[in-house]
């Protein structure tokens, strides 16, 4: 029986090419199980933008609240510690006439009546003496009593000053937490946006426009005009600055002409003028330039007026969107507002029927 031969080792080459298949082999495999995360589309981007912009404002329009409140506060704390200086100055002032007294009183006092009486070599001038001293008794008597009361206002000013002080430091801190908050949320809308192409942000925005010329078109149509109807379906981006706004008087026609002359500038958060406004800075310095003042919150806003059927709109009334009204604009007639919209966005004119409508009030 032959001797059987020991097979030889593959050569190099071989392992080479055995490699080779085995790791294409992998890939396939691989290929049939993994699966790569899809892209997100252009319409989910913009969904999440204004989603994130919308929580942004709601933000923004508590952090005017706490804005005001501070502002209240911190007024109420400066004439609350000026008052506790006053008081402090009063009570030095009453215990140095205070010790005026106790120092004369015990300097003539200071032996038994009954033996000074025996001593004195005047009498009658001593019980005068002694009338006026029961006269001093009664004004330090009344002397004491208002050192009392005083020192009790200003235990009790310096008590609320310790409170008002305590609620302005919490007001700040809230302060401090929604900015931070809205910060967040409008960086994050600007990282996605970033990360688009710069045809997909263009898109976005020619999807704004179709959406704003949709609105126009839809608001012009239900108003039977054709003509209107022709303009907002060929409406770009920008307001048409020269388009005459519907006629007004008294003090509506000052405030929509002074929320026409804010007209494409910037929306800008928590600011009322005069370069950038957030909506209810808007519409509370379109309200001042009118003679009215007006709450500085949209919510709050709400509450400055009577509220108005849709049906009976008039040219300076305030419209409110969104369940929790954290947006509003400035009625100017034919279905439309001027409002100021979000951050990276201009004050423009649009279509009141462009947003969720909740309402409309009239301050007097």
């Not at 589309?41 to 913009?46: D, F, I």
Request: one cysteine or more; glycine letters at 8%.
């Amino acid at each position: 029986m032959g001797k059987r031969r020991k097979p030889s080792p593959p050569s190099r080459a071989r392992m080479a090419v055995l490699t080779t298949a085995m790791a294409a082999g992998g890939a396939v495999l691989a290929s049939g199980t993994a699966h790569a995360e899809p892209a997100p589309t252009l319409a989910s981007v913009k969904e999440q933008v204004d989603k994130l912009n919308e929580e942004a404002e709601q933000s923004i329009e508590r952090y005017n609240g706490f804005q005001a409140q501070q502002q209240k506060l911190q007024v109420d704390a400066n004439q609350i510690q000026e008052k506790v200086v006053r008081g402090q100055e009063a009570m030095n002032e009453l215990r140095t006439r205070l010790g005026a007294v106790a120092a004369d009183q015990y300097r003539t006092n200071g032996i038994d009546a009954s033996v000074q009486l025996m001593l004195d070599s005047d009498p009658s001038g001593y019980l005068e003496r002694a009338a006026v001293q029961n006269q001093v008794a009664e004004s330090q008597a009344n002397l004491l009593k208002q050192a009392q009361d005083e020192q009790r206002k200003l235990d009790q000013d310096r008590a609320e000053a310790t409170a008002t002080l305590a609620s302005l430091d919490a007001v700040g801190k809230q302060l401090a937490e929604q900015k931070n908050g809205i910060q967040t949320k409008l960086a994050q809308a600007q990282e996605m946006l970033n990360k688009l192409s710069a045809e997909d942000r263009a898109r976005i925005n020619a999807q704004q426009s179709a959406e704003k010329a949709k609105a126009e078109a839809k608001q012009a149509a239900a108003a039977g005009t054709a003509a209107a109807a022709d303009r907002a379906s060929r409406s770009a981006d920008r307001p048409d600055m020269n388009a005459p706004l519907p006629a007004a008087s008294g003090r509506a026609a000052a405030i929509i002409a002074f929320a026409q002359a804010q007209l494409g500038k910037p929306y800008g958060w928590s600011k009322t003028g005069p370069d950038s406004f957030d909506c209810s800075g808007l519409t509370s310095q379109a309200y001042r330039a009118g003679g009215r003042t007006i709450s500085r919150m949209s919510q709050d806003q709400w509450n400055d007026g009577p509220h108005v059927d849709r049906a009976n709109l008039q040219p300076g009334d305030l419209v409110f969107f969104y369940d929790d009204l954290h947006h509003v604009g400035l009625y100017i007639g034919d279905g439309k507002m001027i409002h100021a919209p979000r951050t990276g966005k201009n004050i423009e004119v649009l279509p009141i029927s462009a947003m969720p409508y909740m309402g409309a009030v009239r301050p007097a």
